[in-house]
């Protein structure tokens, strides 16, 4: 390889909330954000904006743009308009913005993203959690699938959007072509708008992402697509991202409500025009390191802990796992904390149940530390 991804820092200097919030001697696979060095060049962009000295009020250049609209191309082989960007501060707020631009209810999927979830009930919002379909594919390992039998049953004639997580978090789907298309047909049928949270589409391992408003001319008219280079790039914490709405009224529907919400700063325009633009090799370089991360942690899993359950993560790097053939399946998040010293998110978080949520995104030596405590634990 020629990007580093084994030297450690000690996040907890620079506050990061894993660290932080994990007591001394505790290994954290929480939040979603990696203990990568970000990429290098990235870093000296900026260095270079920091090198000017002038943080004042400012209008990014066209390569800010220029540089997302070239990172689509490349990868969906896609012209995008630029009047379809909106550079905003971040995925989340975007997403509450999100609930204002039509009065009725959302609908959306459980387990999902837990910021996702809020975001519209913080907008004001009814939302209706309509459950995934889970099924056992082999011995071991489970399938998350939307069940549009369900999502009918559940929704009301006051529901006018849709929220989608894809790459889903915490399931680890990335939904094929067909699920997509099903999505949209559901949506044309109920006259619903569709709000995609795409900030994971470049973690990839098995399939193609497809970006939800290319599905078809139903989606191409009723998409706010919500997407960030935070998550690959190891940079959440300096903020930025677009949202790419192509059909005008509702892109000025989001604009007039999302004035407060904020754009990129200088420092996140400096790193989001790298992220774009300079750092396709190491993205690759980083997904062959996830990859084998995935492949160690699913192998260990089922040769430690056979009994346990868990997904095949097609997207993301973040494992769905129930060790509750071991443990009470409901207090798994604070038994692991306790009794090894290795801290999860909980499945509460995701509105789901019985699982635990495990950040890959790190060196493979701290996976293998806790798999050996948690099974000097059981």
């Not at 959690?129 to 056992?136: A, M």
Request: aromatic residues 12%; contains cysteine.
């Amino acid at each position: 390889m020629n990007y580093d991804f084994e030297t450690k820092i000690d996040r907890r200097l620079s506050g990061s909330v894993k660290y932080t919030r994990a007591p001394e001697g505790t290994l954290a696979f929480t939040i979603a954000d990696s203990d990568f060095l970000t990429a290098p060049a990235i870093q000296r962009a900026l260095e270079e904006r920091l090198a000017c000295r002038d943080y004042g009020y400012m209008i990014p250049r066209a390569e800010f743009t220029e540089s997302f609209i070239g990172w689509f191309d490349r990868t969906y082989q896609f012209e995008l308009k630029k009047e379809w960007l909106l550079p905003v501060s971040g995925v989340v707020p975007a997403l509450a913005v999100a609930g204002h631009v039509k009065s009725g209810s959302v609908i959306m999927n459980i387990p999902n993203y837990g910021m996702l979830l809020s975001a519209p009930k913080r907008a004001g919002k009814e939302v209706i959690e309509v459950p995934l379909k889970c099924r056992i594919t082999e011995p071991g390992t489970e399938r998350w699938e939307i069940d549009f039998n369900r999502l009918e049953e559940a929704i009301t004639p006051d529901t006018e959007l849709f929220y989608l997580c894809n790459p889903h978090n915490p399931v680890g789907r990335v939904y094929s072509l067909e699920e997509l298309q099903s999505i949209s047909s559901f949506a044309r049928r109920h006259h619903l708008i569709v709000v995609s949270d795409e900030i994971h589409c470049e973690i990839l391992y098995d399939h193609r992402h497809i970006p939800f408003f290319t599905v078809d001319e139903y989606a191409m008219e009723h998409t706010i697509l919500l997407t960030a280079p935070g998550k690959t790039f190891s940079i959440p914490g300096i903020g930025g991202a677009f949202a790419v709405i192509p059909n005008k009224e509702l892109r000025e529907r989001f604009q007039a409500v999302s004035y407060a919400v904020g754009r990129p700063n200088l420092f996140g325009v400096a790193a989001l025009t790298a992220a774009y633009r300079d750092c396709d090799d190491w993205k690759r370089e980083l997904l062959e390191y996830l990859r084998g991360n995935r492949d160690y942690l699913e192998t260990e899993i089922r040769k430690r802990f056979p009994k346990a359950v868990q997904t095949h993560v097609e997207g993301t790097y973040l494992a769905w796992i129930d060790l509750g053939a071991y443990i009470n399946r409901e207090e798994q998040e604070k038994w692991l904390a306790d009794h090894a010293k290795v801290m999860f998110n909980g499945a509460e978080f995701f509105h789901g149940t019985g699982h635990i949520r495990w950040n890959f995104a790190t060196q493979r030596e701290n996976i293998q530390k806790a798999l050996e405590r948690m099974e000097k634990a059981f």
